[in-house]
């Protein structure tokens, strides 16, 4: 058996969104890893080698048959490329989602290099891996391609758009069919490089679903090197307090607005002995408390924090400060209508000792500040 680590410099992360393509064409992971003749304890690694990355598509490509490539990448969402995928399709031009993906694919992906040619007429887009050789790399180069094509579809809106032409440094394989059709008739084998070209003009095509406030925010908040932040616990536990005020707290809008999936995000905060339950209290509940020292119905409290109704929200305030929402609300408003103490008692003790002062609301134990939001879906 050989060991992951052992293998070549560069590495495919976060591994877990490739599992979960495998296992959306019924392929077991660690089946497929053990195939490719790794030690089983390696399987689970959320990064692993380049060179260990392809041995697994080529036994991939062996169990699923002919159309593995071809299947995989119809079966591929925006998330199975994460940051990669979010700067991509939420560019303002064409061109700026290219120059992105060159950018930042060291973010997923160490190895792979991706380059952009302009001429007078054509870009051309070209896809390579140094370092491994060609008689290795041919599944990734082709699922590279395949979804590079994809995605621009996807940005541009037309799903039978093909480029002018499509090469593989490789002989052509047995799936030419298959490919041939996702991409058209247009592809050549045996070149230099593994690529596509097409019109240069197309490059200035605007994406009206683009979302550039998020692919700004991205690029400020994120680097290649900081994507996967240790501080993931405080990063999720901000989102949800801000998700009070702009209606987003699901796991799904918070992974996405952290450019990863949502198994990537369970299994960061696992790591991190967390969970989205535990940050989603620990955040809410302070925010609970402030509310009910307010005039709001319990109805409109569960509302604006996400909860599905009145006693999900009873049950999630009660396991945390031992109190139902209205007991809470009761011991706040008794703490309010303590009387201050007759001056003939105050003259009976000494000065510098503060009697009959009532307690404000956030001096209860567990009170902490916030910010008000608006009202937000349920999640």
């Avoid at 410099?9 to 495998?22: A, L, V, Y």
């Avoid at 080529?58 to 969402?77: I, S």
């Avoid at 707290?249 to 999936?261: G, K, N, R, T, V």
């Avoid at 408003?333 to 000494?350: D, G, Y």
């Amino acid at each position: 058996m050989r060991h992951l680590r052992n293998q070549c410099k560069g590495t495919i992360q976060p591994f877990d969104r490739w599992q979960d393509q495998f296992a959306r064409l019924g392929l077991n992971t660690k089946a497929l890893c053990l195939g490719a003749g790794f030690r089983k304890g390696d399987i689970d690694a959320t990064s692993i080698p380049y060179a260990a990355f392809v041995e697994i598509l080529a036994v991939a490509e062996r169990e699923h048959g002919p159309a593995f490539v071809v299947d995989l990448v119809r079966g591929q969402t925006v998330g199975d490329f994460d940051l990669v995928g979010y700067l991509f399709l939420n560019a303002t031009t064409l061109k700026i989602g290219l120059e992105s993906v060159r950018d930042w694919l060291a973010a997923i992906d160490s190895r792979s290099k991706f380059e952009l040619l302009l001429t007078d007429s054509y870009l051309t887009c070209k896809f390579s891996t140094p370092g491994i050789s060609t008689d290795r790399n041919f599944v990734a180069a082709e699922i590279a391609i395949a979804a590079l094509v994809s995605g621009i579809r996807r940005y541009i809106g037309e799903r039978d758009w093909n480029p002018d032409a499509i090469f593989f440094e490789h002989a052509p394989r047995e799936n030419v069919k298959h490919l041939n059709g996702i991409l058209g008739e247009n592809i050549h084998f045996n070149r230099s490089f593994s690529g596509i070209r097409f019109p240069r003009e197309l490059l200035s095509f605007s994406n009206p679903k683009s979302d550039k406030e998020l692919f700004d925010m991205l690029t400020r908040r994120c680097a290649p090197d900081q994507c996967y932040s240790d501080d993931i616990v405080s990063a999720v536990a901000r989102l949800i307090s801000e998700g009070v005020k702009n209606g987003r707290l699901s796991a799904e809008e918070i992974a996405y607005e952290l450019a990863m999936s949502k198994r990537t995000l369970c299994r960061r905060l696992k790591e991190a002995n967390s969970s989205i339950r535990e940050i989603r209290q620990a955040t809410l509940i302070p925010i609970a408390k402030e509310l009910l020292s307010q005039n709001l119905d319990l109805s409109t409290i569960a509302y604006r924090l996400g909860y599905y109704d009145c006693r999900s929200f009873a049950r999630a305030f009660k396991r945390s400060v031992g109190l139902a929402p209205a007991d809470y609300r009761k011991r706040i408003a008794n703490a309010r209508l303590i009387p201050e103490p007759s001056s003939a008692f105050q003259q009976t003790k000494p000065r510098t000792m503060a009697y009959g002062l009532s307690p404000r609301a956030d001096s209860l134990p567990g009170q902490h500040s916030f910010t008000r939001g608006h009202p937000m879906k349920s999640h």
